[in-house]
């Protein structure tokens, strides 16, 4: 069964930094696409970021390009999300997910979800 379990969200002033993690289990990375996505109030669940298992290719959003970097550590089975430059507008719960394969960065493409983690950034 796979299970993922993020942490690190949190409180955090504008243009500061927080790192979430996303603890896995029950599945080999090199298999798996893993996905960084967030849900803002009255907002769609958007994909912030995605890191392929097989090849560590990665894939950023726009609104996060320069600014979040995701990497994995595949003897952990963790991923982590590094936000810096913090904005209001990235305030929102972050979910980690993960899928067989590599489709694309969109929430539909993911079918694993953890429990998410709320990340507030005051202005």
């Known amino acids: 069964e796979v299970q993922l379990v993020e942490s690190g969200g949190g409180l955090v002033q504008a243009g500061g930094s927080l790192r979430l993690s996303c603890a896995a289990s029950?599945?080999?990375?090199?298999?798996?696409?893993i996905g960084w996505f967030r849900q803002a109030p009255g907002k769609e669940r958007e994909g912030v970021s995605c890191?392929?298992?097989?090849?560590?290719?990665?894939y950023y959003a726009d609104s996060v390009k320069g600014r979040f970097t995701m990497s994995s550590d595949n003897a952990k089975n963790t991923v982590y999300l590094q936000m810096n430059s913090l904005k209001p507008e990235d305030t929102a719960i972050y979910y980690c997910?993960?899928?067989?394969?590599?489709?694309?960065?969109?929430?539909?493409?993911?079918?694993?979800w953890g429990q998410g983690t709320q990340v507030t950034v005051s202005s």
């Open positions: 997910a993960a899928t067989w394969g590599w489709e694309g960065c969109g929430p539909a493409d993911f079918d694993s």
């Open positions: 029950g599945f080999t990375f090199d298999d798996y696409a």
């Open positions: 890191i392929s298992g097989s090849d560590g290719s990665t």
